[in-house]
């Protein structure tokens, strides 16, 4: 067997201060890569046909983005990598043959897909209308198709309620039990937002102990992150995992969230559930009218005629957000993508998370350390999620590496009439996926295709 020493690696990254996940420690070494693959983790010099020096700036498993809506799109991934992510879960708005292919031909991060419940299954099925309860059969032949997308390698079910309220208990809970069949977890987007959503934690309760299925509320920031509702619904988490319940968390770290204008989100009588806000408060942030605030007669006519249309509702309590971060039971997802995602439209999300939770929240608010908050978006998601040899730095695992100056990284994007949502972080000073550098010092190299479609096995 050839000892490190003496075997030639691919790549060698060099003088790094390489963060340990699973024993929260961080420590000055050297990583060999060949192929894929990380096959060294030491302090020994290591020879590589090619070398990247460190400089005693941060080594870190690549970040996992287990909620996104990137889906094969070429810009959304190139925004996502260069903050650091290399594997993205999608699927929660659509997955189809397209979305697919586009990541089999090759995409620039890991791609896999959990399955939609609200937007794949119904319509498979012929529930095309969200405000309908799926009949009998109809539920049948959405578990039939639910076992089959899980046989294909999904990694979970995504169910967006407040997107179709017709989803009745039943459904939700027959899918549920398919999802415990193979030992995946669903993922919740709540009934209703603010503090009418406390109402709407006991359905997904009573599902989890009727089942024993893993839950994953999704993004507490922009469903329980308004109207000071956040402390009561991590109550209402904790509690039910104190019971046994098997019941995670994760969350955006913008005060502020975009929606299409024409979803469920906005039906008569949304303002009710924020407090004192109107169509005012709502900053258009695509097509035509982008960057301008929105009024009453605006947003009728772009419900009714452009419901594409990305709006930013300025809604959010500052707040939520360390009280969602300092609970160990919360990771970090960034919704990247969802609606409208071109050069100079969307959200900040999708450039700036991962640099936000580390330059604002470790570096310089202090509020987690950089091991707790590098395990939100690595192991953590990556176990949660059955991600195979993904979300450590250890021999064996799969080379995908991001090197940071943790004195450095921040995000720099921001919402539309305030900044450029697409902006790009800094501190980012390498991103290697699956062995190959697709980020060097913040620029996109010509390894455009070192992703892989991923499954769940």
Same mark, same amino acid.
């Given at each position: 067997?050839?000892?490190?020493?003496?075997?030639?690696?691919?790549?060698?990254?060099?003088?790094?201060?390489?963060?340990?996940?699973?024993?929260?420690?961080?420590?000055?070494?050297?990583?060999?890569?060949?192929?894929?693959?990380?096959?060294?983790?030491?302090?020994?010099?290591?020879?590589?046909?090619?070398?990247?020096?460190?400089?005693?700036?941060?080594?870190?498993?690549?970040?996992?983005?287990?909620?996104?809506?990137?889906?094969?799109?070429?810009?959304?991934?190139?925004?996502?990598?260069?903050?650091?992510?290399?594997?993205?879960?999608? /699927?929660?708005?659509?997955?189809?043959?397209?979305?697919?292919?586009?990541?089999?031909?090759?995409?620039?991060?890991?791609? /896999?897909?959990?399955?939609?419940?609200?937007?794949?299954?119904?319509?498979?099925?012929?529930?095309?209308?969200?405000?309908?309860?799926?009949?009998?059969?109809?539920?049948?032949?959405?578990?039939?198709?639910?076992?089959?997308?899980?046989?294909?390698?999904?990694?979970?079910?995504?169910?967006?309620?407040?997107?179709?309220?017709?989803?009745?208990?039943?459904?939700?809970?027959?899918?549920?039990?398919?999802?415990?069949?193979?030992?995946?977890?669903?993922?919740?987007?709540?009934?209703?937002?603010?503090?009418?959503?406390?109402?709407?934690?006991?359905?997904?309760?009573?599902?989890?102990?009727?089942?024993?299925?893993?839950?994953?509320?999704?993004?507490?920031?922009?469903?329980?992150?308004?109207?000071?509702?956040?402390?009561?619904?991590?109550?209402?988490?904790?509690?039910?995992?104190?019971?046994?319940?098997?019941?995670?968390?994760?969350?955006?770290?913008?005060?502020?969230?975009?929606?299409?204008?024409?979803?469920?989100?906005?039906?008569?009588?949304?303002?009710? @559930?924020?407090?004192?806000?109107?169509?005012?408060?709502?900053?258009?942030?695509?097509?035509?009218?982008?960057?301008?605030?929105?009024?009453?007669?605006?947003?009728?006519?772009?419900?009714?005629?452009?419901?594409?249309?990305?709006?930013?509702?300025?809604?959010?309590?500052?707040?939520?957000?360390?009280?969602?971060?300092?609970?160990?039971?919360?990771?970090?997802?960034?919704?990247?993508?969802? /609606?409208?995602?071109?050069?100079?439209?969307?959200?900040?999300?999708?450039?700036?998370?991962?640099?936000?939770?580390?330059?604002?929240?470790?570096?310089?608010?202090?509020?987690?350390?950089?091991?707790?908050?590098?395990?939100?978006?690595?192991?953590?998601?990556?176990?949660?999620?059955?991600?195979?040899?993904?979300? @450590?730095?250890? @021999?064996?695992?799969?080379?995908?590496?991001?090197?940071?100056?943790? @004195?450095?990284?921040?995000?720099?994007?921001?919402?539309?009439?305030?900044?450029?949502?697409?902006?790009?972080?800094?501190?980012?000073?390498?991103?290697?996926?699956?062995?190959?550098?697709?980020?060097?010092? /913040?620029?996109?190299?010509?390894?455009?295709?070192?992703?892989?479609?991923?499954?769940?096995?």
């Amino acid at each position: 067997m050839i000892s490190s020493l003496h075997k030639k690696y691919d790549t060698v990254i060099t003088n790094g201060n390489v963060i340990d996940v699973i024993n929260g420690t961080v420590e000055k070494k050297n990583v060999g890569i060949s192929g894929d693959k990380i096959t060294a983790v030491t302090s020994d010099d290591l020879t590589g046909a090619s070398y990247f020096d460190a400089g005693g700036l941060a080594v870190s498993p690549g970040f996992i983005d287990f909620h996104s809506h990137v889906d094969g799109n070429v810009f959304s991934g190139e925004c996502l990598v260069k903050q650091g992510g290399t594997t993205t879960l999608g /699927g929660e708005r659509e997955l189809s043959s397209k979305s697919i292919d586009r990541v089999e031909n090759g995409f620039i991060v890991n791609q /896999g897909f959990s399955i939609s419940q609200s937007f794949v299954l119904r319509n498979a099925v012929g529930v095309t209308d969200p405000k309908r309860p799926a009949r009998p059969r109809e539920i049948d032949a959405m578990v039939d198709l639910a076992r089959r997308f899980m046989e294909y390698g999904a990694f979970a079910i995504c169910f967006g309620l407040e997107l179709v309220p017709g989803t009745s208990f039943d459904e939700l809970l027959a899918l549920s039990a398919v999802a415990k069949e193979y030992n995946r977890p669903i993922l919740v987007h709540l009934r209703k937002d603010g503090r009418e959503a406390l109402r709407y934690f006991d359905e997904i309760i009573k599902v989890a102990g009727l089942t024993g299925v893993k839950v994953q509320i999704l993004q507490l920031m922009y469903m329980v992150g308004i109207g000071g509702a956040m402390p009561e619904a991590l109550r209402i988490i904790e509690e039910a995992r104190n019971d046994g319940l098997d019941i995670t968390a994760d969350s955006g770290l913008y005060d502020a969230y975009c929606a299409c204008i024409g979803t469920g989100i906005f039906e008569k009588g949304w303002e009710k @559930e924020y407090g004192n806000v109107s169509a005012e408060d709502l900053l258009i942030s695509s097509g035509i009218h982008a960057g301008e605030n929105c009024s009453r007669k605006l947003f009728s006519e772009l419900r009714r005629d452009y419901p594409q249309t990305l709006v930013t509702a300025f809604v959010c309590d500052s707040d939520a957000i360390p009280m969602a971060l300092e609970k160990d039971y919360v990771y970090v997802s960034t919704n990247a993508a969802d /609606g409208p995602h071109y050069p100079g439209i969307g959200a900040p999300e999708v450039s700036g998370t991962f640099p936000r939770l580390l330059g604002r929240y470790v570096r310089e608010k202090k509020l987690l350390s950089l091991v707790e908050a590098i395990r939100k978006i690595t192991v953590l998601p990556a176990e949660r999620f059955g991600l195979k040899d993904i979300g @450590e730095i250890k @021999e064996g695992m799969n080379a995908d590496i991001v090197v940071f100056d943790q @004195e450095r990284i921040i995000d720099n994007a921001n919402f539309i009439g305030l900044g450029r949502p697409d902006a790009d972080p800094d501190g980012i000073a390498a991103v290697y996926v699956n062995g190959k550098l697709v980020v060097d010092n /913040g620029c996109l190299t010509k390894n455009r295709k070192a992703g892989k479609f991923i499954k769940r096995e």
